[in-house]
Nanobody, 116 residues
Framework: QVQLVESGGGLVQPGGSLRLSCAASGSILSFNAMGWYRQAPGKQREFVAIITSGGSTNYVASVKGRFAISRDNAKNTVDLQMNSLKPEDTAVYYC??????????WGQGTQVTVSS
């Protein structure tokens, strides 16, 4: 059973930056991909960013050019650098890990609030 723990959320002013980190309890090399999703109040959870085991990345259009996902295989972490934050980025951010077979793993989430 893999556990994912997110950290780095908080309150930031519009235009500010935050770096989220997702720590896995085991090797992330075993996953096909790892990603970040977010869920704002009253809305469905939505895809934000993904990074494959080969290092390929993809982003939702609304964060392209502002967010960057990266992975550290030695530390078993996946980070999400968020710059130029906007109030509409406010949400609970979740990390996930996609194995070759079986269920996708999810973390518990970390709150990001963008407000002046």
């Amino acid at each position: 059973q893999v556990q994912l723990v997110e950290s780095g959320g908080g309150l930031v002013q519009p235009g500010g930056s935050l770096r989220l980190s997702c720590a896995a309890s085991g090797s992330i090399l075993s996953f096909n991909a790892m990603g970040w999703y977010r869920q704002a109040p009253g809305k469905q959870r939505e895809f934000v960013a993904i990074i494959t085991s080969g290092g390929s990345t993809n982003y939702v259009a609304s964060v392209k050019g502002r967010f960057a996902i990266s992975r550290d295989n030695a530390k078993n972490t996946v980070d999400l650098q968020m710059n130029s934050l906007k109030p509409e980025d406010t949400a609970v951010y979740y990390c996930n890990a996609v194995p070759p077979i079986g269920k996708t793993y999810w973390g518990q989430g970390t709150q990001v609030t963008v407000s002046s």
